[in-house]
């Protein structure tokens, strides 16, 4: 994996900053990869540019604005894709402890090299993402007490610049919920996460489904630790989720808790529990 990060700050004396970040990387292991492209599959290079605008209090308000146009290519469990995407986020603080925030984005995504041939073609997505967050951490690099909460909805749907063709319709909702909570006690703190989520295809069964790449898998800053991407991402009859087409709904819901000791100021002993589903 080569990375580079470039950032240019206070673009005319104005507090605007713009920065190109890109990264290059080779898969020598394929076990992310179903069993079919792990045995059939040619090592592919993976690659994400994006270049992101930035300015706080935009127009002289209390609205912090940024603006970002990436490309991509990622490999995923069943299938490739190159993804290109812009964005434009709108953030507003209201308190030390409440800001909300609203998300248009626009992407296009090409899938090659699928198990499936429902996860074949090209993919045209708008969407908007509205959010709040809410803060009561008494720390936020090393938080010992507190709770913070996250909650946003994703809707795209073709008023909104998603793709509507003959043999596929793009319209659902992606709800997603994370909160955490430090409860301190004696010499250390414990530390937990809950997170959630529901969507949901609005389009006719038969006109449209939700894209496989906008459907719940738990990894990222869901991942259950301890278990490999094609351990936990099943469904109760075995298969993985990526064999199914979501016409209807889909959830995920993850829990961690781990107890946190501190032996010193810069030393920290933790155990960690988590499940997923």
Do not use: C
Not at 217 to 243: A, C, K, Q, W, Y
Not at 261 to 270: A, I, N, R
């Amino acid at each position: 994996k080569v990375s580079t990060n470039i950032t240019y700050n206070n673009l005319d004396g104005m507090n605007k900053r713009i920065s190109f970040k890109g990264q290059v990387n080779q898969r020598f292991n394929l076990n992310s990869l179903d069993e079919r492209r792990r045995k059939e599959s040619n090592s592919l290079v993976e690659y994400d540019l994006a270049t992101t605008y930035g300015e706080n209090h935009i127009f002289d308000s209390d609205v912090d604005f940024s603006a970002s146009l990436s490309t991509s290519r990622r490999r995923f469990f069943s299938f490739d894709a190159d993804i290109q995407r812009i964005n434009f986020t709108f953030n507003k603080t209201f308190s030390s402890s409440f800001s909300a925030s609203l998300r248009p984005q626009f992407e296009t995504i090409r899938q090659f090299d699928a198990t499936s041939e429902l996860d074949e073609g090209t993919f045209q997505i708008g969407s908007l993402t509205p959010g709040f967050t809410l803060d009561f951490r008494n720390n936020r690099i090393n938080p010992t007490a507190g709770s913070w909460f996250n909650m946003s909805v994703e809707v795209a749907n073709p008023a909104l610049l998603s793709q509507k063709t003959e043999d596929l319709t793009i319209d659902y909702y992606k709800f997603i919920t994370r909160n955490r909570f430090y409860i301190p006690f004696s010499g250390g703190t414990a530390a937990m996460s809950l997170a959630a989520g529901l969507e949901e295809n609005l389009a006719d069964a038969d006109e449209g489904y939700i894209p496989n790449i906008k459907v719940f898998r738990l990894n990222g800053v869901d991942i259950v630790r301890g278990f490999e991407d094609d351990e936990i991402n099943r469904l109760p009859n075995g298969e993985d989720i990526s064999t199914e087409r979501i016409d209807e709904k889909a959830y995920m819901a993850v829990v961690k808790i781990e107890p946190r000791v501190f032996l010193s100021d810069t030393t920290m002993l933790g155990v960690f529990y988590d499940a997923g589903r």
